[in-house]
């Protein structure tokens, strides 16, 4: 699948991992209603940025990197679109909270 999306310049695709703590019946649960971070794997990159003076910005991460980030960051791909039963989505570089080493 990921072959077929090229993310643009700035926006990272993500292969999303399951919320870590979820019923039966696939509801998310948390103790309270603090945002929650979110656990995903780096897939594609679009282009390098540009700086002011034109010099490429190296991206953060590498493909296959597990990063975290904000429950509201970026916007889910449609099921149709993905067809292999996994959640994706695209958010700004700019957008990962952290990654993991």
């Given amino acids: 699948m990921s072959h077929a999306i090229r993310p643009k310049q700035g926006m990272v695709l993500l292969e999303m991992f399951p919320p870590e703590a979820t019923t039966a019946g696939g509801l998310h649960l948390h103790p309270d209603d603090q945002e929650v971070s979110q656990k995903a794997r780096v897939v594609r990159f679009g282009i390098w940025r540009q700086d002011k003076r034109g010099a490429l910005i190296p991206h953060p991460c590498l493909p296959g ?4 980030i904000s429950q509201r960051a970026g916007r889910w791909l449609d ?3 993905t067809g292999e039963g996994k959640r ?3 958010v700004e570089e700019t957008e990962l909270l952290a990654i993991l080493t």
């Fill in 65 to 68: 990197d597990v990063v975290y």
């Fill in 79 to 81: 099921a149709w679109v």
């Fill in 88 to 90: 994706w989505k695209i």
